[in-house]
């Protein structure tokens, strides 16, 4: 019964986005308006998108300390579980991860799951740390320098905050518990493999940010520090329990939101939101199309069991 009620309530959430978008902006002049984007724009938009699809490949194949001959495998785990991610509410993408880890490495769940983890916790993070900056720079600029030695000096604590995790979880009377703090143990005590996670989640977003926001700018006209504060803040709603189907619904709510607090109107924001909301889809969709083509012509399957 809970499961048809999760599942009608995401049905009417699609749904009244869809209505919702018809009536206030119709879906006609969200089309024009994204045709009228110069396909070289374009273009070098999805380029952006697609890069930061490869450093996600790169943080994976670091973590797990893969070799170099497995990057395509890697490329196509990582635009694969993306997408399951965008398409599955509450989160329920993330089990492609440990799946598609374990199919095509024969690594244990437990151990990719560990590194997922981490790699959620420095998303989070850097995330919220940009945020923070961005505020800070716009509205309080004396602040922006303490505020960057704090986060400086978090990340550069992540080893000894992973450890704290590692011995709390240590103290939980499951086996599997126990397993990610051993894993987790393992990743803090690598320094130079964690500031390379580390900086690599930085470029993450640093170009996935980037690239919304100039889309944001071309699509609708939106400021660039509304478009940047509305990103976050509907990144963060993906978190929540219950979406329309691709995240639709909650994702719109959460742009129109954190650009309310900028001073943009209603319906540019949702305009916005509803436009880059089909690129990340289009985007998503695309990059798992030419991470499984490569797959196919390259398939590397390596089976070390760790």
């Given at each position: 019964?809970?499961?048809?009620?999760?599942?009608?309530?995401?049905?009417?959430?699609?749904?009244?986005?869809?209505?919702?978008?018809?009536?206030?902006?119709?879906?006609?002049?969200?089309?024009?308006?994204?045709?009228?984007?110069?396909?070289?724009?374009?273009?070098?938009?999805?380029?952006?998108?697609?890069?930061?699809?490869?450093?996600?490949?790169?943080?994976?194949?670091?973590?797990?300390?893969?070799?170099?001959?497995a990057s395509v495998t890697v490329f196509y785990i990582t635009t694969s579980h993306n997408l399951w991610n965008i398409l599955m509410p509450m989160r329920l993408?993330?089990?492609?991860?440990?799946?598609?880890?374990?199919?095509?490495?024969?690594?244990?769940?437990?151990?990719?799951?560990?590194?997922?983890?981490?790699?959620?916790?420095?998303?989070?993070?850097?995330?919220?740390?940009?945020?923070?900056?961005?505020?800070?720079?716009?509205?309080?600029?004396?602040?922006?320098?303490?505020?960057?030695?704090?986060?400086?000096?978090?990340?550069?604590?992540?080893?000894?905050?992973?450890?704290?995790?590692?011995?709390?979880?240590?103290?939980?009377?499951?086996?599997?518990?126990?397993?990610?703090?051993?894993?987790?143990?393992?990743?803090?005590?690598?320094?130079?493999?964690?500031?390379?996670?580390?900086?690599?989640?930085?470029?993450?977003?640093?170009?996935?940010?980037?690239?919304?926001?100039?889309?944001?700018?071309?699509?609708?006209?939106?400021?660039?520090?509304?478009?940047?504060?509305?990103?976050?803040?509907?990144?963060?709603?993906?978190?929540?329990?219950?979406?329309?189907?691709?995240?639709?619904?909650?994702?719109?709510?959460?742009?129109?939101?954190?650009?309310?607090?900028?001073?943009?109107?209603?319906?540019?924001?949702?305009?916005?939101?509803?436009?880059?909301?089909?690129?990340?889809?289009?985007?998503?969709?695309?990059?798992?199309?030419?991470?499984?083509?490569?797959?196919?012509?390259?398939?590397?399957?390596?089976?070390?069991?760790?």
């Amino acid at each position: 019964m809970k499961k048809i009620l999760f599942y009608l309530a995401s049905f009417l959430i699609f749904i009244a986005t869809i209505y919702i978008t018809e009536k206030n902006i119709g879906w006609r002049t969200i089309i024009v308006s994204l045709a009228d984007i110069p396909l070289q724009t374009l273009s070098g938009l999805v380029a952006l998108s697609i890069l930061n699809y490869v450093l996600r490949m790169w943080r994976i194949r670091w973590s797990l300390q893969l070799p170099s001959n497995a990057s395509v495998t890697v490329f196509y785990i990582t635009t694969s579980h993306n997408l399951w991610n965008i398409l599955m509410p509450m989160r329920l993408g993330e089990a492609s991860f440990p799946l598609l880890i374990k199919q095509h490495f024969a690594i244990d769940y437990v151990t990719s799951s560990s590194h997922l983890l981490l790699f959620r916790l420095l998303d989070l993070a850097v995330l919220l740390s940009i945020f923070v900056l961005t505020l800070c720079l716009v509205t309080v600029p004396m602040m922006f320098i303490p505020c960057l030695v704090v986060i400086t000096l978090m990340f550069w604590a992540a080893p000894y905050l992973l450890s704290l995790i590692s011995v709390t979880l240590k103290k939980t009377q499951f086996s599997v518990g126990q397993r990610v703090a051993l894993a987790l143990e393992q990743l803090s005590g690598n320094q130079h493999q964690l500031a390379l996670i580390s900086i690599t989640t930085w470029g993450i977003w640093a170009l996935k940010l980037l690239a919304f926001v100039l889309f944001c700018i071309f699509a609708s006209g939106l400021p660039a520090f509304d478009a940047l504060m509305s990103i976050i803040i509907a990144d963060l709603s993906s978190i929540l329990p219950i979406h329309g189907f691709a995240g639709t619904g909650t994702f719109e709510g959460a742009f129109v939101l954190g650009g309310l607090q900028t001073g943009a109107t209603t319906d540019a924001l949702l305009q916005a939101a509803v436009q880059l909301h089909l690129y990340l889809i289009f985007v998503a969709t695309l990059a798992t199309f030419i991470g499984y083509c490569l797959h196919l012509m390259v398939p590397t399957t390596l089976k070390t069991a760790k």
